[in-house]
């Protein structure tokens, strides 16, 4: 039992004793023991609405367990520069820190850079570590070891103009087919309007296109080899180049996300394929003018089913040069316990535990077909969105060089090819690294 929990019991006698000796007692003698008093806690953080709530909240847990911690949000640039400052000259802080686990991970356990956390999460049995998405999980582990804790998520799904699509009696898309077929029967170009807008950005594109690569049965790698140019990978591949190049608008090779979805916002297009966690800026009455028109659904089948992408987008993680583990564990175990994920989620960021989505609670603020959307994405969701390599940007460029190729028009096959036999030299060459 770790200290604070004898603390608890301890406590819990001294109550029951006391009343049964009918003594009177002040509320303030039963408050807990503040296992960690004196102790200070340093934690990074990236600029982003989950880290501003929190901030917000951190005085509980210093008023709970004694600790003070030392928030200090940056950037992202800021955040991954500081980071690889502070763990290449071996730095005891900050002890935690929030990083993308579906980008870094590899890096970073490779480079001894996270603390395994497989035993923490099992201390407690009310931290309840098998309420986490297992997508979530699966972005967070490497070679069957923990090495963060998801913070909130990104599900891939389908948004839709729900007022278009009921005028021209058009169902929502059920199959990639069935997108297909929506999507050039809506594309009303010479009126400014598009059957179907996302990312078409070339490293951008990456985490989008991965939910039709996975839903045609491809995948960016088997084990070591590369597999972009099988038919399955190619086939994927193509259906998301075609859309974009066929009922998409002019320019979309320089679109990412928010380009993308600000044109759908804009009333401008039929269907947009991107992040869950994106979705205020579909709805946003200051932004969008199609706020009350904007449907959301599960991500369509391809021929292997419906696979999209589902991960944890931001995680916390534990430095391994940190003083004291128990100490940067309590403070990982309480931000992510189910109270702050309700919390959290109710504050409209999507969290990534199953109870929470599952809770009358923690989806009475979504919108209800985007809480279905998001609850089946959990369920048969894949937890990756990017090759799981250690030189991710690299890989990330050559995938995406595969449907800017398609879009302009060259031929997908010669461009696969080419492209796994670069994909297979960033791999052999991590290896060495």
């Not at 050039?184 to 950005?201: A, E, I, M, T």
């Not at 009455?285 to 292997?304: L, M, N």
Request: hydrophobic letters at 40%; a neutral charge; aromatic letters at 10%.
């Amino acid at each position: 039992m770790t200290r604070r929990g004898k603390g608890w019991v301890v406590g819990i006698v001294l109550l029951l004793t006391l009343t049964a000796c009918k003594q009177e007692v002040k509320t303030d003698t039963l408050l807990q023991t503040k296992p960690f008093a004196g102790q200070k806690l340093t934690v990074f953080a990236a600029n982003h609405p989950w880290s501003n709530i929190m901030r917000k909240w951190i005085p509980e847990f210093t008023h709970n367990t004694g600790m003070k911690v030392d928030l200090q949000i940056f950037s992202e640039e800021q955040l991954h520069q500081k980071m690889a400052v502070q763990l290449t000259s071996l730095a005891e802080t900050p002890e935690v820190f929030m990083y993308r686990a579906y980008m870094d991970k590899i890096l970073f356990y490779k480079n001894g850079w996270t603390v395994p956390l497989n035993g923490y999460v099992m201390r407690n049995e009310a931290y309840d570590f098998s309420d986490f998405s297992k997508a979530t999980i699966e972005s967070s582990t490497v070679n069957g070891q923990l090495m963060s804790i998801p913070l909130f998520t990104d599900q891939f799904i389908l948004y839709y103009n729900k007022d278009v699509l009921q005028k021209n009696n058009v169902p929502v898309p059920q199959t990639l087919s069935e997108l297909q077929e929506a999507a050039k029967k809506l594309h009303d170009p010479k009126h400014d309007f598009y059957g179907f807008v996302s990312r078409g950005q070339r490293n951008a594109l990456v985490t989008t296109v991965s939910s039709f690569l996975f839903s045609e049965g491809g995948d960016y790698l088997d084990g070591d080899r590369a597999t972009l140019n099988t038919p399955d990978a190619i086939r994927g591949f193509k259906i998301y180049a075609d859309l974009l190049r066929n009922y998409g608008p002019r320019g979309v090779v320089n679109m990412s996300w928010p380009q993308s979805i600000g044109l759908f916002a804009q009333g401008k297009a039929a269907f947009l394929v991107d992040s869950a966690a994106l979705y205020r800026n579909a709805i946003d009455p200051e932004i969008s003018v199609v706020q009350d028109h904007v449907g959301f659904a599960t991500f369509p089948a391809g021929s292997a089913g419906a696979r999209p992408s589902s991960i944890a987008s931001w995680s916390f993680a534990m430095n391994p040069k940190a003083k004291n583990r128990d100490a940067a564990w309590a403070f990982m175990e309480w931000v992510t316990n189910k109270e702050n994920v309700l919390r959290i989620q109710r504050n409209g960021i999507p969290g990534a535990r199953n109870s929470i989505w599952a809770s009358k609670d923690g989806i009475e603020m979504f919108p209800s077909d985007l809480v279905k959307a998001i609850q089946d994405t959990m369920e048969k969701g894949i937890g990756h969105s990017v090759p799981s390599v250690m030189s991710v940007p690299e890989a990330r460029d050559v995938v995406g060089g595969i449907v800017v190729k398609a879009i302009l028009g060259e031929d997908i096959q010669h461009a696969a090819n080419q492209a796994n036999k670069e994909l297979q030299t960033i791999i052999e060459g991590d290896k060495k690294n």
